[in-house]
């Protein structure tokens, strides 16, 4: 079964960089089925796609985040990561790492329990 | 920017039928696909492309679309079904979106 574990900085001040790492159990994270995703979700419940990267390592990323977002993966240790920078109160969510299917559309079926971060000064 | 409307709250009895619509103009193109998120838990998947059922997921949800507007049906809703439901498509330029939330009570 396979299962999904976020991990990382959970109190950042503005400006500084926030680092979460993903590790993936009960399955092969080198697939050409499955890509790897990173959504959050505000404290009023919004839920927003970070964006989302393929088995051959390429990246994407949702257009409002993309010039301060880096997902990348590290097959040796079963991981993936998150990397956001200039953090401000915005940023200020539960993140969630989740397996996704990339098809026709994309769209995560899997997901981990989820992250906080608080970003305050 | 591309929205997904979904009314804030359905409220249902046991056993009654609840129904959560989501509206979206790239909906007539794009598959729609739903979420459960329970308290403090993260979101689980529900329904895909539509109206296709996950095998972990009971029989009694099921997923429509027609036009600008997809479904998300429980059958016999039962108290385990609260919870907050999630509508998720692309817009035209393949981006992810995701609804606003409807909040299901069941009492």
């Known amino acids: 079964q396979l299962q999904l574990q976020a991990s990382g900085s959970g109190l950042l001040k503005p400006s500084q960089t926030l680092s979460l790492t993903c590790t993936v159990s009960?399955?092969?994270?080198?697939?050409?089925?499955?890509?790897w995703s990173w959504i959050r979700q505000s404290p009023g419940g919004a839920l927003e796609y970070i964006g989302y990267?393929?088995?051959?390592?390429?990246?994407h990323y949702n257009p409002s985040l993309t010039s301060r977002v880096t997902i990348a993966v590290d097959e040796s240790k079963s991981q993936f990561s998150l990397t956001l920078k200039s953090v401000t109160a915005a940023d200020t969510a539960v993140y969630y790492c989740?397996?996704?299917?990339?098809?026709?559309?994309?769209?995560?079926?899997?997901w981990g329990q989820g992250s906080l971060v608080i970003v305050s000064s | 920017s591309y929205d997904l409307t979904q009314p804030p709250s359905v409220s249902v009895s046991p056993g009654q039928t609840a129904r959560i619509t989501c509206s979206g103009d790239?909906?007539?193109?794009?598959?729609a696909y739903w979420y459960q998120q329970k308290s403090g838990q993260a979101p689980v998947l529900v329904i895909y492309?539509?109206?296709k059922r996950p095998s972990w997921i009971p029989e009694r949800f099921s997923g429509s679309s027609s036009g600008p507007v997809a479904t998300l049906t429980i059958s016999g809703a039962q108290v385990e079904d609260e919870a907050d439901y999630y509508c998720?498509?692309?817009?035209?330029?393949?981006?992810?979106?995701f609804g606003g939330g409807t909040k299901l009570t069941v009492l």
């Open positions: 989740a397996r996704a299917v990339v098809g026709a559309q994309f769209y995560s079926d899997i």
């Open positions: 998720y498509s692309e817009d035209t330029a393949g981006e992810g979106v």
């Open positions: 990267i393929l088995h051959t390592g390429s990246p």
């Open positions: 790239s909906l007539p193109t794009k598959y």
């Open positions: 009960g399955g092969p994270i080198s697939s050409v089925v499955y890509s």
């Open positions: 492309e539509d109206k």
